[in-house]
């Protein structure tokens, strides 16, 4: 079943070119390749929408709520904002991690969910070859996303409760290999459920692929919440051009949606890689490939007995794939 290639095997079913694009409808959730996604991922991820199509009304924060809340009464401790810089390794177990500043953490198990290679990065220990350390490192990473937060005006906009997939005609099998004159080729849409009204909508996010080489010269630029840092007008105009390019292509299928937009807000795979600690921004973690699935799945265990991987790198891409890998 590893072995299946998602283009080939929707195009063994059916011929008409129309089904097919809808049957990969929703590959904005997983970034599909041709001749490369297994077609579990496809399949797995698009069950899962099947047999659980729900919101969370608020907004997903309110899953990190619940865990908090969950955490801290089973005796938790969570330390926000903590950067850790060091994994400590002695007599073969992972001792501490070392933080930004200079403090320890000990512990008697330790569990990762950055991405693997900055995992390895920062293990010093002979235990974990060098030889391993570059083979992680040479799996390529999926195509990072643009993002557009959208607030709109107080009753504006109705509230549609599903979400809302859409692809240039033609281009349902190569949606990542977008040129700057045809970006973008497709977008997804999601209206955020609210406990306040279930007519109107406060917010929707829109979504589409950006690669990390379109921000390249701002690389080396770092800016999150807890550690702001401009990144320049330059950067801004770029991001600016970017969603009014984008909400330009939404608003050919949906009228009048920008006259309901009070404002919006931007990210790009430099959010994504400032906050999800990558280096390219990556979306969804590291590629599966269908001609080779035991290279890119990861093993949640380590060479050290202590130290444990999880997150959409190990298995699946994506929040199904942090989930089951969490598991």
Known sequence: ????????????????????????????????????????????????????????????????????????????????????????????????V???????????????????????????????????????KGLENSIGGFVVNVVFEKEAYPYIKNNIYYTKEGQEWNLTEYTEENWPSGYAIFFSASSRSSVYAESMTLLTYMKFDDVKEWADTFNTVSKEVDRGKDYEEF???????????????????????????????????????????????IVKDYSNPLKTFISPRTKIPNLYLTGQNLNLHGILGATMSGL
Request: charged content about 25%.
């Open 1 to 96: 079943m590893l072995g299946i290639d998602t283009r080939t095997f929707i195009e063994s079913i059916t011929d008409n070119k129309k089904l097919q694009a809808v049957l990969v409808g929703n590959s904005m959730l997983y970034v599909l390749q041709s001749g490369k996604t297994p077609f579990y991922v496809h399949a797995m991820i698009l069950n899962s929408y099947i047999e659980s199509s729900w919101k969370c009304i608020d907004g997903g924060s309110e899953i990190g709520k619940f865990m908090v809340k969950n955490i801290r009464e089973h005796g938790g401790e969570i330390h926000r904002n903590k950067e850790v810089k060091k994994i400590v390794v002695e007599e073969g177990n992972v001792s501490c």
């Open 98 to 136: 070392e933080l930004a500043d200079g403090s320890r953490v000990y512990g008697k198990n330790f569990i990762s969910n950055m991405h693997p290679v900055r995992t390895l990065e920062m293990t010093e220990s002979h235990l974990i070859k060098h030889a391993y350390k570059s083979r992680i």
């Open 239 to 285: 991001k600016r051009r970017k969603a009014e390019k984008l909400l330009d292509v939404v608003e050919e299928r949906f009228p009048g949606l920008r006259k309901a937009i009070r404002s919006y807000y931007t990210a790009t795979p430099l959010s994504y890689r400032d906050y999800i600690g990558n280096d390219d921004g990556s979306m969804y973690g």
